[in-house]
């Protein structure tokens, strides 16, 4: 840190959602102008004021997210919707409904096709933006096809459901949205095409669509794709994991009466639920993802409002979560620490895939990057193989399979067998 007319020698530093904050005790008396260096871009912090020798003072710095762009467009648009006449937002959402619907559900039979060729032309290459949108669901094309290999699975079918928030037209043809999307993934092992399973997951886009021709193209999308968190896949000897999955069984369990509240309850507040529970959390809830994560706020939920699970000092809910509530890593290590769980196993993806089968419904899946654990989620089903499906927040998914989108060799996996 640079400090230009006085120095502050800092006493405390604390760390918030995209904010560093320093308290330290002026040396001199000084009328100055502060500003400060940090991380290689200067953020002018006050303006010129006389400050007290001795003076304890705070320094608060809001760090821009990679995401704080496009938020600020989204929180634009919507503003301006909201000024739109009724009528006239709700022929828009009306006509691009029909239009998203067509889009989405080519995409879709493209991804699932790998038919790239295809799937170029619901872009415009020429525009920086649209290219980044074509390439990432290029990369997600190819990620499923590997994950599918890998699994001993075909993938069937896929399908969107939508939910168009607001639209804007930003003239000469072009349209800005949000919306919701809820796909619906369905799979088969290889050697049991007719047994389906299916998974759901959710996400919500900001695309702008130009008319081109008799027909609309994306020229920029921004999402969370929860099945691109971590993508690549490379790992030992694929064939022997290949047929370990086709000649696993689905074991014979029971949930007990604790256990299938919190499934129930853990199915229709994942933000993709049926129904009502169509994209929206429990409003009872603070939404966490603003702060930088959902998730363990989702699994303390699952386990308190439908497990029974009793609060306490440490693991408990008010108006906001304490740490083991809502941080991934505090929930962790408080199962395990605390006697209402333990750590079966942990380690990376082929280290672990096998006794991941020993998983059943309620226990947490805990991801590991770079020594930190970032996402957590709760099993809350198997597929017709025994593998094991997960549910969550950020992003939202519904009887996922577990590694789906953790893929990368950098992932190391906690298996907590929780305690119903």
């Not at 999955?245 to 369990?253: A, Y």
């Not at 853990?266 to 966490?288: S, T």
């Amino acid at each position: 840190m640079v400090i230009v007319g006085c120095i502050i020698f800092p006493s405390s530093v604390q760390t918030k959602p995209n904010k560093f904050i320093l308290k330290g005790r002026l040396k001199l008396k000084y009328k100055i102008l502060v500003y400060t260096l940090l991380l290689s871009m200067a953020f002018p912090i006050f303006a010129t004021q006389e400050i007290e020798e001795g003076t304890m003072i705070e320094i608060e710095i809001e760090l821009p997210s990679i995401s704080e762009e496009q938020t600020d467009e989204i929180k634009e648009m919507e503003q301006e919707a909201d000024a739109t006449p009724k009528g006239t937002e709700e022929e828009l959402k009306e006509t691009f409904f029909d239009v998203l619907v067509g889009l989405i559900q080519k995409r879709n039979e493209y991804v699932l096709g790998q038919d790239l060729e295809s799937l170029e032309k619901l872009y415009n290459l020429d525009i920086k933006a649209s290219k980044y949108a074509f390439e990432h669901e290029s990369i997600k094309a190819k990620y499923l096809k590997d994950w599918a290999q890998k699994q001993g699975v075909t993938i069937k079918n896929v399908e969107s459901e939508l939910k168009v928030r607001k639209v804007r037209d930003r003239e000469n043809g072009l349209y800005g949205m949000t919306c919701n999307i809820c796909t619906t993934f369905t799979y088969a092992y290889n050697n049991a095409l007719d047994v389906e399973n299916s998974f759901k997951v959710g996400t919500s886009h900001y695309i702008h669509l130009q008319k081109q021709g008799s027909e609309y193209i994306i020229v920029k999308e921004w999402y969370t794709d929860p099945l691109c968190d971590t993508v690549e896949i490379t790992m030992e000897k694929p064939e022997e994991m290949t047929e370990f999955f086709l000649n696993s069984k689905l074991p014979e369990f029971t949930p007990n009466e604790r256990l299938q509240k919190a499934i129930e309850y853990a199915h229709a507040h994942c933000g993709i639920g049926e129904g009502e529970g169509m994209f929206r959390y429990n409003p009872q809830y603070m939404d966490c993802n603003p702060l930088g994560g959902d998730c363990a706020n989702f699994a303390s939920q699952i386990m308190f409002e439908g497990g029974g699970f009793k609060k306490n000092s440490t693991w408990n809910y008010t108006h906001e979560g304490t740490k083991d509530w809502v941080n991934a890593q505090g929930l962790t290590y408080y199962l395990i620490n605390s006697g209402r769980g333990h750590r079966i196993t942990k380690g990376s993806y082929a280290k672990t895939y096998k006794t991941a089968m020993q998983m059943r419904p309620g226990d947490i899946v805990a991801y590991e990057e770079r020594g930190r654990i970032t996402h957590v989620s709760t099993v809350t089903g198997l597929d017709s193989n025994g593998y094991p499906l997960v549910t969550c927040h950020n992003s939202d998914r519904l009887l996922v399979p577990y590694d789906l989108g953790w893929s990368n060799s950098g992932v190391t996996y906690h298996f907590i067998d929780v305690y119903y």
